[in-house]
């Protein structure tokens, strides 16, 4: 893209975020601010968020802009506005760079994602705001000494919401996680939504005025959250808990429901730390939903995969063997010594193949359980490394990878030496396979107490999505179309380079190629 092209798109973007961020900044002012500038409403926080962390943070002018013009407008002084507005900006800025440092995802389908977000950006980030607006309203003697308090609560509360109710509306919509299609699910979803703003009106609305009776308590809400998260996944939540905090908002400031009192910003006080609740609550369910359908979705694939799998070799096995057999037993045409050779060569490849496999079956329990015991003993890994190497000589040559062996300084420490192997085994035939036709590199050094293994290979390389769970246990990121394996080889290699102390990275880049290093301490 040009130059000129990216800084419209930047000034497009930058204009977009600043009308959405004033907007909503403005709507939640109206509704009773603590101080006039400390709302329990401000959405605007989780528009940043989700603004920043996706489409970069050049976009702050906007979030800077925005905040300064809305407090400017609702009579706050320059200098005072201009600090809130910094405050805003950095709240943005920290929130988005912690995030990205936490390798969060949008697609929040894991529990991990859904923690990062509360603590690093609804918690954390949020605070930034609140302690410099409120020390600005405060040296501009808009706050008095005996308020700080509670126009603290208020703001670090009303940027939290944003955070927790917008921002993950924005980042599901974003990265669209797969819907799971069930026969029931537009007819579901309906009833669903039908059935959340019907409760949602009945407890924060003045629905049935005259029913004195009617039960209207907010934790009649929850069951129908944790419906929409068990049965949508973070659709699910997300809307839900949007749906339910706009009507709940309006609600309360209109003056119904269960949180009303005298002073409009105490009703919001009680009802947002009870909407925190709730959309942490949901996500965090959604999330571990998502978790649960991977992990099923990942069991069935496996069966399918280990059924295949270990079928292939053993079909072709058998037919070999017979094929063989029948040819020795017609003795007017004896192989000659060549054709057995080579046809012992091939049973002995599809053995190896089995064997690797069923091994890393019989693995995945000890693995799980951590039973495994390390039998350590002295190895040189520079040894270790070219055996591996001679076993894979037939597979390499087959492949056509060129292997580069470099190795320099003390290799030797105390590991086990079958564990060893295997990582090293499973490094290898991983750069064989997904690197064919392509040299492959293995280096070998020292870093002070630690001893480095590098494989190198030039193939099809690794997604940066994909990057971290492929270390994970029945994980993959090729299809199983076009390569076979049961996605247990790096969550292995991992285990086993764990239980020595060690370590492994990964650097990765899509049709580049892929090194992984290994780092063990003697
Ligand atoms: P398997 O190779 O049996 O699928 P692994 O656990 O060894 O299982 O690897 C997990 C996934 O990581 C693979 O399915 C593949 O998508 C990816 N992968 C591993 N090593 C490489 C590599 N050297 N190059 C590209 N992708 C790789």
Redesign the pocket.
């Given at each position: 893209m040009g130059a000129g092209k990216r800084g419209t798109k930047l000034l497009l973007g930058c204009a977009l975020l600043f009308v959405a961020y004033f907007g909503t900044a403005h709507l939640g002012l109206f509704l009773g601010a603590v101080a006039g500038f400390a709302t329990l409403v401000w959405p605007p926080t989780g528009i940043a968020l989700a603004a920043l962390y996706l489409y970069g943070f050049s976009l702050w002018p906007a979030v800077f802009a925005g905040a300064l013009l809305v407090n400017l407008v609702h009579g706050a002084p320059l200098v005072v506005a201009s600090a809130i507005a910094c405050g805003n900006a950095l709240e943005a800025v920290v929130g988005a760079w912690l995030l990205r440092r936490m390798r969060f995802q949008p697609l929040l389908d894991r529990v991990l994602d859904v923690v990062v977000l509360i603590f690093a950006a609804a918690v954390g980030s949020t605070a930034l705001s609140a302690f410099i607006g409120v020390g600005s309203l405060r040296l501009g003697g808009i706050v008095q000494p005996a308020d700080v308090g509670q126009t603290l609560r208020a703001w670090w509360i009303g940027d939290a919401l944003g955070d927790l109710v917008v921002a993950p509306l924005l980042f599901v919509f974003w990265a669209r996680p797969p819907v799971r299609r069930l026969p029931a699910t537009v007819t579901e979803a309906l009833f669903l939504a039908c059935a959340l703003v019907g409760f949602a009106l009945l407890v924060f609305g003045n629905l049935f005025p005259g029913w004195i009776t009617l039960y209207r308590h907010p934790y009649l809400l929850f069951p129908l959250l944790a419906w929409a998260a068990l049965r949508f996944g973070q659709y699910g939540a997300a809307i839900s808990v949007f749906l339910v905090s706009t009507i709940a908002t309006a609600g309360t400031a209109m003056g119904f429901g269960p949180f009303v009192q005298p002073i409009l910003a105490d009703s919001l006080l009680g009802l947002q730390a009870f909407m925190s609740v709730a959309a942490a609550t949901a996500l965090v369910l959604g999330a571990a939903i998502a978790e649960r359908n991977r992990a099923v979705d990942a069991r069935d694939e496996f069966l399918y995969i280990a059924s295949h799998e270990l079928r292939t070799p053993l079909t072709a096995l058998s037919l070999h063997v017979q094929n063989l057999l029948h040819r020795l037993q017609r003795s007017e045409v004896v192989p000659s010594r060549e054709q057995t050779l080579e046809s012992m060569e091939t049973a002995n490849r599809l053995l190896f193949r089995m064997a690797k496999l069923i091994g890393e079956l019989l693995e995945v329990s000890r693995v799980a359980t951590g039973t495994f015991q390390l039998q350590r003993e002295e190895i040189d890994l520079a040894s270790s490394v070219r055996e591996s190497l001679a076993r894979f000589e037939g597979q390499l040559a087959t492949a056509g990878c060129r292997v580069e062996l470099q190795s320099e300084g003390k290799l030797t420490g105390r590991w086990d030496p079958l564990r060893l192997d295997q990582v090293i085994d499973?490094l290898i035939s991983?750069?064989v396979?997904?690197?064919a036709g392509k040299p492959v590199e293995v280096q070998l050094s020292e870093n002070g107490e630690r001893v480095v293994l590098e494989v190198r290979?030039h193939?099809?390389?690794?997604n940066p999505a994909?990057q971290r769970r492929?270390?994970e246990r029945f994980?993959?990121?090729?299809s199983r179309r076009r390569?076979?394996?049961?996605?247990?080889?790096?969550?292995?290699?991992r285990k086993v380079i764990e239980a020595h102390g060690g370590t492994i990275q990964l650097v990765?880049a899509p049709g580049l190629?892929?090194t992984?290093r290994v780092e063990l301490p003697r």
């Open positions: 499973n991983n750069a396979k997904y690197g290979d193939g099809i390389g690794i994909d492929v270390f994980e993959r990121a090729v390569f076979g394996g049961f996605g247990l080889g790096l969550w292995i290699t990765s190629g892929s992984f």
